[in-house]
Structures are given as structure tokens and as C-alpha cells.
């Protein structure tokens, strides 16, 4: 298991951006797939976008054009800058890092839109 850290989460208005931070101490995180899920109340965890060490990325189809995912290896860092938010987009988001058939996740950062 590995150690991630989310933060950046917090309450905006319908229109706005946020900025959310994925870190983590392990020296091998920068050439890991790191992941971006949410969960909203009552609802599965859904897949964000993913970013792999070599900065390609891909994205759910209901946040593209809205939600850039980018890396810093030397920060050891992923960050999902997220605009043009949405009531729809309030949830909790999760970090993750899959090594084989394990899958690490951290605690979560709440995003809350206003409409």
C-alpha cells in the first residue's frame, strides 16, 4: 500500500475552479499511473482521469475540456485542475495508484459546488 494525500478540496460556486493535490513520500510515485476518482453520496466511485508517468492522460467523458490532470515528478505530485464546475461535480475525490492488483487510495478531499 502506498501513502497518497489529497488536498485542495473545498466549497465553490457553479462556474468556478478548483485545484486538487495528489502526494505522496514514496520515491517510485513519479513513475507510477496515478488516478483521479469521486464519489458522490449514494452513488459508486467513478473513474476521473489518469495520468501516466510519461504525461499522458485520458478522461471521463463528463469532464473533458473542464478538468486538466497534469504531474510534477520532482514534487512528486498530481494535480486535477478542475473549471467550469458544476453542482453535479460535488464529491468526494480520491487518489489512486494501482501496483498489480493492489490498489491504494487516500483519505479524500470533499469538493462542494454551489448552484
Known amino acids: 500500500q502506498m501513502h497518497l494525500v489529497e488536498s485542495g478540496g473545498g466549497l465553490v460556486q457553479t462556474g468556478g475552479s478548483l485545484r486538487l493535490s495528489c502526494t505522496s513520500p514514496?520515491?517510485?510515485?513519479?513513475?507510477?499511473?496515478v488516478s483521479w476518482y469521486r464519489q458522490a453520496p449514494g452513488r459508486q466511485r467513478e473513474f476521473v482521469a489518469f495520468?501516466?508517468?510519461?504525461?499522458?492522460?485520458n478522461y471521463a467523458e463528463s469532464v473533458k475540456g473542464r478538468i486538466t490532470i497534469s504531474r510534477d515528478s520532482a514534487k512528486r505530485t498530481v494535480d486535477l485542475q478542475m473549471n467550469s464546475l458544476k453542482p453535479e461535480d460535488s464529491a468526494v475525490y480520491y487518489c489512486?495508484?494501482?501496483?498489480?492488483?493492489?490498489?491504494?487510495w487516500g483519505q479524500g478531499t470533499q469538493v462542494t459546488v454551489s448552484s
Open positions: 514514496e520515491t517510485k510515485f513519479p513513475s507510477l499511473a
Open positions: 489512486n495508484v494501482r501496483i498489480g492488483s493492489t490498489d491504494s
Open positions: 495520468i501516466l508517468s510519461t504525461g499522458a492522460t
